[in-house]
């Protein structure tokens, strides 16, 4: 009777989700509701856990649990740890969502909703959580090792040194372009600057408060900074109206970016307690809540979405970033469906907390679910606007023209009617000068997120409050991962270059700590000066740079993935791998020739920098063209690197199959749990 | 009843452990140490060692 009524109840899942999905991926011409997107992705994810995850936990993985884990071999109280898996879960999920899953579906709406919702479904259920879970369980099998050390291992020295050098470059074209988006939500924003400047007094108190008053009591002084950054919101409301503060207040982009560059070279120097950790803890306290919010908002006003379910923008002239609907809004997104990123964290801390190798699915497949509706919570923040005003706010000065008449001429010409009154109106409610070109994703999510909450919690009125809280939250989040991805890039280079001379190598010793923060720094500090100046916003070279970079990423980890169960001999069931790889590879590939050979300058670097030195020679131009040119050698650096990987994995992958190689799996041996003995 | 009590301690573990809360207490339980302005410097010490090498996503 209870399988009758389980059955019955998946079939009512089933339907509903081809329901949903049928009416997102049909309905045209009329505006959908929020919920559709909702019930289907609810559907989706419970479908693709419950059957998906399982078949792959039992026919492929064959998860164990009775084999101990490295938590409990190796537990030393300090990074081996048994830890309740709802803990582990929260903690992963913590580590894995950062401002990706927010940005990438908000610059992808300009293709509509469709995409961008069909490739985070599928892309999350059937790549991106698949690689998150299968990782996990085999750094859990290697005692916690990470991702590059099993590239090594299983795909031959290339591969770890491929997996290496994809990281710090990705490290450093990500922290260029969430730097850049910080930039662009606060340039000329008086209210929003004040409210993250005040953000690094909060922190630094926080910081005093755990270490002097009461050492240890994080959640306390979260509560108490989060009570702080509310007022400072208050607060940056009157600064933005007084006549005398809010000039000091009110920034261009490059100074922005200078002052963003000196802050992340502090943070990154000065002790992790006194700013950088206090940051983080708000920062995640700020987001869970956010997050949890976001959602209950969503789902008690199920508002309308008024972007189309595709717009003319397949066709690659968006305003938002240049290239056709494929392959660009696949690497676009890629937090929300899959990211490569995610190997690095399920081969970092999680592996050594997890108790039971069954705990890995829930873990690993579990909390991807959790940040691809993130992602489908973004992709209804950008759709709720008027798409007029959406496209109005995202797209650079570069597209539409510098004045609110050209913007809204050309915006309104395209069959998105705007009209500058309606922008002047949003500006006033926001309380911003203006919301024209305010590239970057950000911005237009805010006044998404505001727009969804202002429809009950305070109405209009309030409506420049939520606006400035969802800012900060961003732009909190993203220093967050600006401060410690600085720190982690250090310490990669530290340890590098600690080969080559000792004392660079360690921590502690101040010279090589200002020296390699001064390096990481700068390197970012390059791309995000780049992009300050970049007339197309930077974002339209910026974001599918890094996009590619984290694809490429994961397509190394798919590889390491698909290594593995070849060697375990499961091949016939190595498609779960290898799909996801063959769509990556033909995604990035593609994606990696369109933007260092394509013909239109406003995709191709190459052809960008041509169409540059065509033009009359500056020192303006002349930076231009090189820019162009260091990106272009950058994507094709990245990609040669890959495709080494792949020859390499493909060599081993045809020598266990034809038998000219042993499938030796380097695992560490069963060891049976003692948890099964003492619970009884 | 006890099922909310036990969610309500799950979540409070959670967020003892995202917040590190739950890692001072086991430094101090490691180091037998009471908790004090040098304990909690000699904690973020050993942090640095190992949470702040771990990458953070995008």
Same mark, same amino acid.
């Given at each position: 009777m209870k399988s009758l009524l389980s059955t019955l109840a998946w079939v009512a899942v089933s339907l509903l989700a081809a329901a949903a999905v049928g009416v997102v991926a049909v309905h045209r011409g009329e505006p959908i509701n929020a919920l559709w997107l909702v019930a289907g992705a609810t559907c989706c994810y419970a479908l693709g856990y419950r059957f998906y995850s399982k078949f792959i936990a039992a026919k492929i993985l064959a998860l164990d649990a009775l084999r101990a884990t490295p938590a409990e071999r190796l537990e030393n109280g300090r990074d081996f740890l048994v830890t309740n898996k709802w803990v582990v879960f929260g903690h992963h999920f913590a580590a894995i969502a950062g401002p990706g899953p927010l940005v990438g579906p908000v610059l992808a709406a300009q293709f509509g909703y469709l995409p961008g919702t069909l490739w985070v479904l599928a892309g999350a259920v059937f790549a991106g959580c698949v690689q998150d879970f299968v990782i996990l369980l085999f750094s859990v099998r290697r005692d916690g090792k990470s991702l590059t050390e099993m590239a090594k291992e299983e795909t031959g020295v290339i591969g770890g040194i491929v997996a290496y050098a994809s990281v710090v470059v990705?490290?450093?074209?990500?922290?260029? @372009?969430?730097?850049?988006? @910080? @930039?662009?939500?606060?340039?000329?924003?008086?209210?929003?600057?004040?409210?993250?400047?005040?953000?690094?007094?909060?922190?630094?108190?926080?910081g005093l408060y755990l270490r002097r008053i009461r050492p240890g009591r994080v959640l306390e002084v979260s509560v108490l900074g989060f009570v702080l950054v509310l007022l400072a919101i208050w607060g940056g409301q009157l600064i933005s109206q007084s006549q005398t503060l809010a000039p000091v207040f009110t920034l261009r982009a490059p100074t922005l970016a200078i002052l963003i560059i000196v802050y992340a070279f502090a943070a990154s120097a000065v002790p992790v307690w006194l700013l950088l950790a206090p940051r983080d803890y708000l920062s995640t306290f700020v987001k869970l809540g956010t997050v949890g919010i976001l959602a209950i908002g969503i789902v008690v006003m199920h508002p309308t979405l008024h972007m189309p379910a595709l717009t003319r923008f397949v066709d690659g002239?968006?305003? @938002?970033?240049?290239?056709?609907?494929?392959?660009?809004?696949?690497?676009?997104?890629?937090c929300g469906a899959i990211s490569g990123f995610h190997s690095l964290i399920s081969s970092g801390t999680t592996p050594k907390l997890?108790?039971?190798?069954?705990?890995?699915?829930?873990?690993?497949?579990g909390a991807m679910m959790a940040e691809s509706a993130v992602a489908v919570m973004a992709i209804i923040a950008a759709c709720v606007l008027q798409p007029g005003v959406y496209f109005a706010i995202n797209s650079p000065a570069g597209v539409v023209g510098s004045t609110a008449a050209a913007a809204t001429s050309t915006i309104s010409n395209w069959g998105f009617p705007v009209t500058g009154a309606d922008m002047q109106a949003l500006a006033a409610a926001v309380g911003e000068k203006t919301l024209f070109n305010r590239t970057g994703g950000a911005p237009a999510f805010a006044v998404g997120m505001a727009h969804i909450f202002s429809q009950s919690l305070g109405g209009t009125e309030v409506m420049a409050l939520w606006y400035h809280f969802a800012v900060m939250f961003e732009a909190l989040f993203i220093l967050t991962i600006l401060d410690a991805g600085t720190r982690v890039a250090r310490f990669m280079i530290q340890d590098a270059l600690g080969h080559i001379y000792k004392p660079l190598g360690r921590t502690s010793w101040y010279p090589s700590i200002i020296a390699t923060s001064a390096l990481i720094v700068a390197l970012w500090g390059f791309f995000l000066w780049q992009g300050v100046k970049d007339p197309l916003g930077g974002i339209n070279s910026?974001?599918?740079?890094?996009?590619?970079?984290n694809q490429l990423l994961a397509t190394v980890a798919l590889?390491?993935?698909t290594t593995i169960i070849i060697k375990m001999h499961r091949t016939k069931y190595a498609a779960i791998t290898l799909v996801p790889l063959a769509w990556l590879v033909a995604v990035t590939f593609t994606a990696s020739w369109h933007k260092i050979f394509d013909s239109n300058p406003k995709v191709g670097f190459l052809a960008q920098a041509h169409a540059l030195a065509a033009g009359p020679a500056t020192a303006a131009t002349a930076r231009l063209i090189f820019n162009n040119q260091l990106d272009a050698a950058v994507t094709a650096m990245l990609v040669v690197m890959v495709t080494l990987v792949l020859v390499e994995s493909v060599r081993q992958w045809v020598g266990v199959l034809t038998g000219s190689r042993e499938a030796r799996i380097i695992e560490t041996p069963f060891v049976m749990t003692r948890l099964v003995e003492e619970k009884g | 009843m006890t099922r909310i009590t036990r969610a309500l301690a799950i979540l409070r573990a959670v967020l003892r452990e995202i917040?590190?809360?739950?890692?001072y207490q086991r430094f101090l339980c490691r180091t037998h140490a009471a908790s004090s302005p040098d304990a909690y410097a000699a904690f973020w010490r050993e942090r640095e060692a190992t949470k702040l090498r771990q990458h953070r996503c995008c």
């Amino acid at each position: 009777m209870k399988s009758l009524l389980s059955t019955l109840a998946w079939v009512a899942v089933s339907l509903l989700a081809a329901a949903a999905v049928g009416v997102v991926a049909v309905h045209r011409g009329e505006p959908i509701n929020a919920l559709w997107l909702v019930a289907g992705a609810t559907c989706c994810y419970a479908l693709g856990y419950r059957f998906y995850s399982k078949f792959i936990a039992a026919k492929i993985l064959a998860l164990d649990a009775l084999r101990a884990t490295p938590a409990e071999r190796l537990e030393n109280g300090r990074d081996f740890l048994v830890t309740n898996k709802w803990v582990v879960f929260g903690h992963h999920f913590a580590a894995i969502a950062g401002p990706g899953p927010l940005v990438g579906p908000v610059l992808a709406a300009q293709f509509g909703y469709l995409p961008g919702t069909l490739w985070v479904l599928a892309g999350a259920v059937f790549a991106g959580c698949v690689q998150d879970f299968v990782i996990l369980l085999f750094s859990v099998r290697r005692d916690g090792k990470s991702l590059t050390e099993m590239a090594k291992e299983e795909t031959g020295v290339i591969g770890g040194i491929v997996a290496y050098a994809s990281v710090v470059v990705i490290l450093i074209i990500l922290l260029a @372009v969430i730097a850049l988006v @910080v @930039v662009n939500a606060l340039k000329d924003s008086p209210w929003g600057t004040f409210t993250i400047g005040m953000t690094i007094p909060i922190a630094l108190l926080m910081g005093l408060y755990l270490r002097r008053i009461r050492p240890g009591r994080v959640l306390e002084v979260s509560v108490l900074g989060f009570v702080l950054v509310l007022l400072a919101i208050w607060g940056g409301q009157l600064i933005s109206q007084s006549q005398t503060l809010a000039p000091v207040f009110t920034l261009r982009a490059p100074t922005l970016a200078i002052l963003i560059i000196v802050y992340a070279f502090a943070a990154s120097a000065v002790p992790v307690w006194l700013l950088l950790a206090p940051r983080d803890y708000l920062s995640t306290f700020v987001k869970l809540g956010t997050v949890g919010i976001l959602a209950i908002g969503i789902v008690v006003m199920h508002p309308t979405l008024h972007m189309p379910a595709l717009t003319r923008f397949v066709d690659g002239t968006g305003p @938002v970033f240049a290239g056709k609907i494929f392959p660009f809004a696949f690497i676009t997104i890629a937090c929300g469906a899959i990211s490569g990123f995610h190997s690095l964290i399920s081969s970092g801390t999680t592996p050594k907390l997890i108790a039971r190798e069954t705990e890995t699915r829930m873990v690993g497949y579990g909390a991807m679910m959790a940040e691809s509706a993130v992602a489908v919570m973004a992709i209804i923040a950008a759709c709720v606007l008027q798409p007029g005003v959406y496209f109005a706010i995202n797209s650079p000065a570069g597209v539409v023209g510098s004045t609110a008449a050209a913007a809204t001429s050309t915006i309104s010409n395209w069959g998105f009617p705007v009209t500058g009154a309606d922008m002047q109106a949003l500006a006033a409610a926001v309380g911003e000068k203006t919301l024209f070109n305010r590239t970057g994703g950000a911005p237009a999510f805010a006044v998404g997120m505001a727009h969804i909450f202002s429809q009950s919690l305070g109405g209009t009125e309030v409506m420049a409050l939520w606006y400035h809280f969802a800012v900060m939250f961003e732009a909190l989040f993203i220093l967050t991962i600006l401060d410690a991805g600085t720190r982690v890039a250090r310490f990669m280079i530290q340890d590098a270059l600690g080969h080559i001379y000792k004392p660079l190598g360690r921590t502690s010793w101040y010279p090589s700590i200002i020296a390699t923060s001064a390096l990481i720094v700068a390197l970012w500090g390059f791309f995000l000066w780049q992009g300050v100046k970049d007339p197309l916003g930077g974002i339209n070279s910026l974001w599918p740079l890094f996009g590619i970079a984290n694809q490429l990423l994961a397509t190394v980890a798919l590889c390491v993935a698909t290594t593995i169960i070849i060697k375990m001999h499961r091949t016939k069931y190595a498609a779960i791998t290898l799909v996801p790889l063959a769509w990556l590879v033909a995604v990035t590939f593609t994606a990696s020739w369109h933007k260092i050979f394509d013909s239109n300058p406003k995709v191709g670097f190459l052809a960008q920098a041509h169409a540059l030195a065509a033009g009359p020679a500056t020192a303006a131009t002349a930076r231009l063209i090189f820019n162009n040119q260091l990106d272009a050698a950058v994507t094709a650096m990245l990609v040669v690197m890959v495709t080494l990987v792949l020859v390499e994995s493909v060599r081993q992958w045809v020598g266990v199959l034809t038998g000219s190689r042993e499938a030796r799996i380097i695992e560490t041996p069963f060891v049976m749990t003692r948890l099964v003995e003492e619970k009884g | 009843m006890t099922r909310i009590t036990r969610a309500l301690a799950i979540l409070r573990a959670v967020l003892r452990e995202i917040f590190d809360e739950a890692a001072y207490q086991r430094f101090l339980c490691r180091t037998h140490a009471a908790s004090s302005p040098d304990a909690y410097a000699a904690f973020w010490r050993e942090r640095e060692a190992t949470k702040l090498r771990q990458h953070r996503c995008c």
